[in-house]
């Protein structure tokens, strides 16, 4: 996934795809997204319900954000599954970040099974108002 298209039909389309893709090729456990661009950063939000804060790891390497977490089996000695709905495992979810993105101050988070990683917009790259000069104006005398 790529943070740096602002289409939304492009970004519809490739979410669509992902989970179509995630469907027809079984790519392990899901860790759901939302990334939402605000004035001074973008905030990624997680999905990781049931997960040990602990198992959690968010690395940057090159411009690419990798979130991977596990999920461990919690069956007792004299327990049997009958039914099993609930993914076991290591989640993996990687994301290219834009060069706009300021990848040596993340800071991430985790609370009530949702990861929220805070990646800040550099100062050149935030939106700014230009000022408009005026020419001067030149009376012509006839």
């Not at 993340?106 to 230009?130: C, Q, S, T, W």
Request: glycine content about 8%.
């Amino acid at each position: 996934m790529l943070l740096t298209s602002i289409d939304p039909f492009m970004q519809e389309f490739e979410r669509q795809f992902s989970r179509l893709a995630r469907q027809t090729f079984g790519n392990g456990p899901v860790m759901p997204l939302d990334g939402v661009r605000r004035e001074g950063d973008v905030m990624l939000r997680f999905d990781l319900p049931g997960i040990d804060p602990g198992s959690i790891e968010v690395t940057v390497d090159r411009g690419v954000l990798t979130v991977s977490a596990r999920r461990e089996e919690e069956i007792g000695e004299n327990e049997q599954v009958f039914v099993r709905e609930r993914p076991m495992g290591t989640f993996t979810r990687r994301v290219y970040l834009s060069e706009h993105l300021d990848s040596e101050k993340i800071d991430a988070r985790y609370d009530n099974g949702v990861l929220e990683v805070r990646i800040p917009v550099l100062e050149r790259a935030r939106p700014r108002k230009v000022e408009v000069q005026r020419g001067e104006t030149k009376a012509i005398n006839a």
